[in-house]
């Protein structure tokens, strides 16, 4: 079994996560300033010092520090001391860089098809009558073997199905003009964000994070979510496609010795907020089940209330830093927060929670028999990477190093909807184009010809084998084909 992931001491104990169970999921909360970054920061370098690879969020550009060994401090010394660590060294982690907007990191992208009519729903805010007419558009387009892979592809494809909506009604109901031009003015919208980037090949690998590092380590991945966070839709959607490639892609392991990835999604109330019933069940189902996959879920937010019951009952593993108590909701959410841990005897876990220091932290882990231990007051042991954010320069220089420098950064555009489209347009305009008078007849007979085979096809794409609709969260839990 590898050594167990030092998190902090409490008085002459030490409080450790064992590798083993530490795909049990956690919580990291607090209050602003209370220290819940550094806290992952030290956490993230942890499980890179045991080879574990980590993907985290890093909304603010505090973890690009990871990169870096860390600087001498006097606090970082008196923390040192009183947590008796006689094997401290300043390092830092091997990290690669990633970014939507591709501006400080390898662009990510997936593609349209991959994302899937139920979190694009939920990115572009549609209704349930607009996410229906994206239903219908994902489904002619597998039924006709349409790649739709970029934001030009899903317009073309809504054009169509628009066009189309009296040949398709029968098979799909009704395809409103009105709701074909609200998704189109969305993606408008989108695509003038920069939201546009995140769609097109080459499309992420889930295999990239997996990856081993130097010197046996794993590496740490940090995508750069300050602008993405300017567009929390965008931001809570990347990250529910992100589990969902997983629990996909990955197969099942059970309990390894350690994690084959750990994740940390920051500010994860987004994930969950204005979210339709139907899909948070499936969160939830994805969150329990992706463990046994081998990866490690940790939410970092303010307030454990934040996260859904559902999803709070699977957190084994829990670092709550100070809450503040100014308001009746906020004394609720002390108490709420409290009564989550297993209790102590000799702590009053409700009023302690109050009274934390900055670097301190009630914290329970699961232990070797799968039980939540005892709450603790705990100091958190200080991270041996830089604290705070690295210059563009260094950003740059990691970056040249990365052994996927000049992969993503080379865009490809396959032959896919638009193209085939446009194409079938061109053809269809010059069959329209007025012959000469002796050929008349003949053209419009011909014309009629063209027009009947395409209102054939129409008719008929419902009789042909499709492919599963839901993909992305929903179509993994039912089996999806990529």
């Known amino acids: 079994m590898a050594e167990d992931l030092l998190i902090g001491g409490a008085g002459d104990r030490r409080i450790a996560l064992l590798p083993n169970l530490a795909n049990r999921h956690g919580l990291i909360a607090g209050a602003t300033g209370t220290g819940k970054t550094v806290t992952l920061q030290t956490l993230a370098e942890g499980f890179s010092r045991l080879g574990v690879p980590v993907f985290a969020t890093d909304v603010k550009g505090d973890l690009s520090g990871l990169c870096m060994p860390g600087r001498p401090h006097p606090r970082i010394a008196e923390r040192v001391e009183r947590l008796g660590l006689t094997d401290f060294a300043f390092e830092g982690s091997p990290t690669i860089f990633w970014d939507v907007f591709g501006e400080q990191g390898h662009p990510v992208r997936t593609t349209v098809s991959e994302m899937g009519p139920l979190m694009l729903a939920r990115l572009l805010d549609l209704n349930e009558t607009q996410e229906g007419v994206l239903n219908v558009v994902f489904r002619v387009a597998d039924e006709n073997g349409w790649l739709v892979l970029d934001l030009k592809d899903l317009r073309a494809m809504l054009q169509f ?79 529910l496609w992100l589990l969902s490639e997983l629990f996909e892609v990955l197969p099942e392991v059970g309990d390894p010795p350690k994690p084959r990835l750990v994740l940390f999604f920051d500010e994860a109330h987004l994930l969950f907020d204005d979210v339709p019933e139907a899909l948070l069940d499936k969160i939830e189902q994805v969150v329990r089940l992706i463990r046994s996959k081998g990866v490690g879920v940790y939410f970092v937010t303010q307030n454990p209330l934040d996260i859904p019951e559902s999803v709070l009952a699977q957190l084994g593993n829990r670092v709550q830093h100070a809450l503040r108590a100014y308001t009746p909701k906020e004394r609720k959410a002390v108490r709420a927060a409290a009564q989550s841990f297993r209790p102590n005897p000799g702590l009053d876990t409700e009023r302690v929670i109050t009274e934390l220091g ?125």
């Open 161 to 239: 199905v628009a066009d189309h909506a009296r040949e398709l009604r029968t098979r799909y109901g009704n395809v409103s003009h009105a709701s074909v031009g609200a998704i189109q003015r969305r993606l408008l919208t989108l695509e003038g964000q920069g939201g546009d980037r995140l769609f097109g090949e080459p499309a992420f690998q889930v295999d990239d994070l997996l990856r081993g590092g130097p010197q046996g380590r794993g590496w740490v991945h940090l995508l750069a979510a300050d602008r993405l966070m300017q567009q929390p839709q965008a931001y809570g959607a990347f990250l």
């Open 358 to 482: 900055v670097g301190e932290a009630l914290v329970s882990v699961v232990d070797a028999k799968g039980r939540p231990t005892p709450v603790e007051r705990t100091l958190v042991a200080p991270p041996r990477s830089r604290i705070g954010p690295v210059s563009a320069e260094e950003r740059a220089a990691v970056l040249r190093r990365s052994p996927l420098h000049g992969i993503y950064e080379k865009t490809v555009d396959r032959r896919s909807a638009y193209e085939i489209l446009a194409e079938r347009a061109a053809q269809a305009a010059e069959v329209q184009e007025s012959p000469p008078k002796a050929a008349r007849r003949p053209a419009r007979r011909r014309d009629s010809a063209v027009e009947a085979m395409l209102k054939s096809a129409a008719r008929s794409i419902g009789t042909q084998l499709g492919r599963e609709l839901m993909r992305g969260l929903l179509g993994s839990l039912i089996g999806r084909r990529r």
